[in-house]
């Protein structure tokens, strides 16, 4: 079992502009997940440019069998785009600004109780 499992540490694969990417060359570092910058997240004027980017990185952990992560999600539809083009996971002020890991567990049961009211309520159970 590869090191990163038995100790249950999630690798990112970032920063995919630099010009030697070395968690893709160097086949010893072990990673779980590829990020998408927020940079290709915010709205800039470029969209379809920025979508291009998103589908490919998100195809690129796919094929490596990675999960990805986007990062700097502050509105919905940037969300509902990023969606579009597969990727499934995210952060960002959409959900939460960053706290204190003290506060941790309580922002989790908090957006756990809003996703069962949502999914419970009658307008949204076609949705969810």
Do not use: W
């Not at 996971?89 to 996703?115: C, M, N, T, W």
């Amino acid at each position: 079992m590869p090191p990163n499992q038995v100790a249950n540490v999630d690798e990112s694969m970032a920063d995919l502009s630099h010009p030697q990417p070395r968690s893709v060359t160097d086949r010893n570092r072990l990673c779980n997940k590829s990020e998408i910058d927020r940079s290709f997240v915010k709205d800039n004027g470029d969209a379809a440019g920025q979508n291009a980017i998103i589908r490919a990185i998100t195809a690129l952990g796919v094929s490596l069998g990675m999960s990805t992560i986007a990062e700097g999600v502050e509105t919905s539809d940037q969300l509902a785009r990023i969606r579009a083009e597969g990727c499934t996971s995210v952060q960002g002020y959409l959900f939460s600004k960053p706290v204190p890991v003290d506060q941790v567990d309580a922002l989790i049961i908090e957006f756990a109780a809003r996703h069962v009211a949502m999914s419970a309520s009658p307008s949204n159970r076609e949705r969810v």
